[in-house]
């Protein structure tokens, strides 16, 4: 049986891929790998719009093209929009079906429907592979969505035992002709250069073999007290292994495997590492069975919060001079890194919502343009249960004190240091809310508030007293 293996943005892999495993099996079974370079996101203008991902998908995509190469096929690269080329190099090839992995997002399944429909009577298969649970497989008693993660958290731990990762295949059959059609349509492997994408050194490396060290670094060394050093912002204590999962060189199940047998002697650990990839199973959970909240809060109260326009505030958040360290800290370790610590994340989401109440979808967009892990379902969860106003939200009348945070997770500095080097010396004891320290210590430490480091650009207390009466009366509302 002849198969295309469509390889997409979510499964740049050769370890646990079920449609590229069942594809290669069987004596008469030939393989055709592709992935197609649709302009959306490869064309120069538009790669310039996510520069830390695309930095780790190019570099990910040679990878791959390597492996497959080594296993005795050649990935294909075609250029178009996936919904023209799929079905047209499908017939072209006389492929007997199309094979791929699943996607959430709503307009990964408009695409794939208008896919379907374009092949016609080549049958298009898509497999499990981007979640721990399938969508609707962990529902309510009453067949409905949760939309609390506890209870989530309880049915999918009596319901779903994660499958084994599947293993690599050992070859693949050699590659069929490709008709001139086909070639016609081939283009050259995306590079930094051809997206216009400005190598940024400080990301880590893309690819399924740095993925798969990452997960054996940290399974080796932080991963034994993770459920205390995961809110720690000064030292390693995450897996950074979110780009790894977003991007599918890792599979969920591989590392929930992974981590559960390294971690058996670590019950605390394990416990709130495999809740965090349960945490992230809910929120595609969520974006599945209620895809609209990339437009709109969940709680649909909060359509009519009053968010202001304050772009003196937004760019202070975003170039990190609001005065407050540990936000200013997140702002520049996203630029710098294209990674936020899941900690400072909060803290800062929390400051744009709450301390300066400008519209969390801002912030989110933000962090999904420069986020090497911006993933549409958890960066989503994540903000709106930042702003107050999502499914299993924080409270909306619980507002971080940045300050207080700081001191808690970060209490030597060593995390502002590191981003906000102009507070470098600044005493532990000052280093979260340097206005309040003696004139003498800062002098020593060469810090002049208002000229080298900003001075607050909000008071605390008064913002979450604006933020708490705003929040009070679209809540009674609804009530």
């Given at each position: 049986m002849r198969t295309l293996v469509w390889f997409r943005g979510k499964d740049l892999r050769l370890h646990d891929h079920a449609p590229l495993l069942e594809?290669?099996?069987?004596?008469?079974?030939?393989?055709?790998?592709?992935?197609?370079?649709?302009?959306?996101?490869?064309?120069?203008?538009?790669?310039?719009?996510?520069?830390?991902?695309?930095?780790?998908?190019?570099?990910?995509?040679?990878?791959?093209?390597?492996?497959i190469e080594a296993l005795g096929s050649r990935l294909v690269l075609v250029g178009g929009k996936s919904v023209d080329v799929v079905p047209e190099v499908a017939r072209a090839m006389r492929a007997s079906r199309v094979v791929a992995h699943r996607w959430s997002e709503p307009f990964g399944r408009?695409?794939?429907?208008?896919?379907?429909?374009?092949?016609?009577?080549?049958?298009?298969?898509?497999?499990?592979?981007?979640?721990?649970?399938?969508?609707?497989?962990?529902?309510?008693?009453?067949?409905?969505?949760?939309?609390?993660?506890?209870?989530?958290?309880?049915?999918?731990?009596?319901?779903?035992?994660?499958?084994?990762p599947l293993a690599r295949p050992r070859a693949l059959p050699p590659l069929p002709a490709l008709p001139r059609d086909v070639r016609a349509l081939e283009v050259p492997l995306p590079t930094l250069a051809s997206t216009g994408v400005t190598e940024n050194p400080g990301l880590l490396p893309g690819g399924e073999k740095a993925a798969r060290k990452r997960l054996s670094a940290f399974l080796r060394g932080a991963a034994a007290r993770y459920d205390v050093g995961r809110n720690e912002l000064g030292v390693a204590g995450t897996s950074r292994l979110s780009q790894d999962l977003k991007f599918g060189t890792l599979t969920a199940r591989t590392v929930w495997h992974a981590a559960k047998d390294a971690l058996a002697k670590h019950p605390k650990a394990w416990a709130a590492f495999s809740n965090e990839l349960v945490w992230r199973d809910f929120a595609y959970h969520v974006l599945y069975h209620q895809p609209e909240v990339l437009r709109h809060p969940f709680r649909r109260a909060w359509e009519g919060f009053e968010w202001r326009n304050d772009a003196e505030g937004w760019n202070a958040w975003v170039t990190g001079k609001t005065g407050?360290?540990?936000?200013?800290?997140?702002?520049?370790?996203?630029?710098?890194?294209?990674?936020?610590?899941?900690r400072a994340r909060m803290i800062s989401a929390s400051f744009l919502c709450k301390?300066?109440?400008?519209?969390?979808?801002?912030?989110?967009?933000h962090y999904l343009k420069f986020l090497t892990d911006g993933d549409w379902a958890s960066n989503d969860l994540g903000w709106q249960w930042s702003a107050g106003c999502g499914v299993d939200a924080q409270p909306w009348f619980r507002v971080f004190n940045p300050v207080t945070q700081g001191?808690?997770?970060?209490?030597?500095?060593?995390?502002?240091?590191?981003?906000?080097p102009e507070l470098a010396r600044v005493p532990a004891k000052w280093i979260h809310d340097p206005w309040n320290a003696p004139s003498a210590e800062l002098a020593r430490a060469g810090v002049e508030l208002g000229r080298t480091y900003p001075a607050p650009i909000v008071d605390h207390a008064l913002a979450r007293g604006r933020f708490l009466a705003t929040a009070e009366e679209i809540v009674s509302r609804s009530r």
């Amino acid at each position: 049986m002849r198969t295309l293996v469509w390889f997409r943005g979510k499964d740049l892999r050769l370890h646990d891929h079920a449609p590229l495993l069942e594809a290669s099996r069987g004596r008469d079974a030939e393989v055709i790998p592709l992935f197609v370079v649709d302009p959306y996101f490869f064309a120069p203008e538009r790669a310039k719009e996510l520069p830390s991902r695309m930095q780790y998908l190019v570099a990910t995509l040679a990878e791959l093209a390597e492996g497959i190469e080594a296993l005795g096929s050649r990935l294909v690269l075609v250029g178009g929009k996936s919904v023209d080329v799929v079905p047209e190099v499908a017939r072209a090839m006389r492929a007997s079906r199309v094979v791929a992995h699943r996607w959430s997002e709503p307009f990964g399944r408009e695409r794939d429907r208008r896919v379907a429909e374009r092949l016609g009577p080549i049958l298009f298969e898509l497999f499990e592979g981007e979640t721990l649970a399938a969508p609707g497989q962990v529902m309510t008693q009453g067949g409905k969505p949760f939309s609390v993660f506890s209870p989530f958290a309880r049915a999918l731990a009596k319901t779903v035992v994660p499958e084994e990762p599947l293993a690599r295949p050992r070859a693949l059959p050699p590659l069929p002709a490709l008709p001139r059609d086909v070639r016609a349509l081939e283009v050259p492997l995306p590079t930094l250069a051809s997206t216009g994408v400005t190598e940024n050194p400080g990301l880590l490396p893309g690819g399924e073999k740095a993925a798969r060290k990452r997960l054996s670094a940290f399974l080796r060394g932080a991963a034994a007290r993770y459920d205390v050093g995961r809110n720690e912002l000064g030292v390693a204590g995450t897996s950074r292994l979110s780009q790894d999962l977003k991007f599918g060189t890792l599979t969920a199940r591989t590392v929930w495997h992974a981590a559960k047998d390294a971690l058996a002697k670590h019950p605390k650990a394990w416990a709130a590492f495999s809740n965090e990839l349960v945490w992230r199973d809910f929120a595609y959970h969520v974006l599945y069975h209620q895809p609209e909240v990339l437009r709109h809060p969940f709680r649909r109260a909060w359509e009519g919060f009053e968010w202001r326009n304050d772009a003196e505030g937004w760019n202070a958040w975003v170039t990190g001079k609001t005065g407050y360290p540990v936000v200013d800290a997140s702002a520049r370790q996203l630029l710098a890194e294209g990674f936020v610590h899941n900690r400072a994340r909060m803290i800062s989401a929390s400051f744009l919502c709450k301390h300066l109440m400008i519209d969390f979808r801002l912030g989110e967009a933000h962090y999904l343009k420069f986020l090497t892990d911006g993933d549409w379902a958890s960066n989503d969860l994540g903000w709106q249960w930042s702003a107050g106003c999502g499914v299993d939200a924080q409270p909306w009348f619980r507002v971080f004190n940045p300050v207080t945070q700081g001191q808690k997770f970060d209490p030597d500095g060593a995390y502002v240091r590191r981003w906000v080097p102009e507070l470098a010396r600044v005493p532990a004891k000052w280093i979260h809310d340097p206005w309040n320290a003696p004139s003498a210590e800062l002098a020593r430490a060469g810090v002049e508030l208002g000229r080298t480091y900003p001075a607050p650009i909000v008071d605390h207390a008064l913002a979450r007293g604006r933020f708490l009466a705003t929040a009070e009366e679209i809540v009674s509302r609804s009530r």
